[in-house]
């Protein structure tokens, strides 16, 4: 089987320099690991995952156990992390130079990947540009259509 042949086709995509607070909505809306960042043209420039809202040192500042996420939306108006969040893009945090497939790709090649960097999907991309997601979901989804046919 090919990356095609699994691929989630329809997904949410964002832009380098909207605001955090929008990548949080997309994610939440879309019930998507992660994001892929596109540019004005439509090519892949990175990933803003549900991972990149963790403890992130570059944003320059440190808070309590718990995750950004909690601060970004959270009720402390007035709060220095807080204002500092909200003003941040996309392209503060996100991950650049995601790893990729391209249509061809075997499950088999996806897996291992997933396995070997320690990551629920792999966008999938067609002249640098994401077509697809394979997920875990979707792996899934795969095994039990082999398996019901076999059955």
Do not use: Y
Not at 138 to 149: D, F, P
């Amino acid at each position: 089987m090919l990356a095609t042949d699994v691929m989630r086709t329809w997904f949410a995509t964002i832009k380098p320099n909207a605001p955090l607070l929008d990548a949080v909505h997309l994610l939440l809306e879309t019930n998507q690991r992660g994001l892929p960042v596109i540019d004005d043209d439509g090519a892949l420039v990175g990933i803003i995952s549900e991972g990149d809202f963790l403890h992130r040192q570059e944003l320059g500042v440190t808070g309590p156990a718990g995750f950004l996420l909690e601060w970004l939306v959270g009720r402390a108006e007035g709060h220095h992390m807080r204002e500092r969040t909200q003003g941040l893009q996309v392209d503060a945090v996100m991950t650049r130079d995601p790893l990729r497939v391209d249509e061809t790709a075997t499950v088999d090649d996806i897996v291992t990947r997933m396995d070997t960097h320690q990551i629920s999907q792999v966008l999938v991309v067609r002249d640098g540009k994401p077509i697809g997601i394979v997920g875990r979901t979707q792996l899934l989804s795969a095994l039990e259509r082999c398996l019901s046919r076999q059955q």
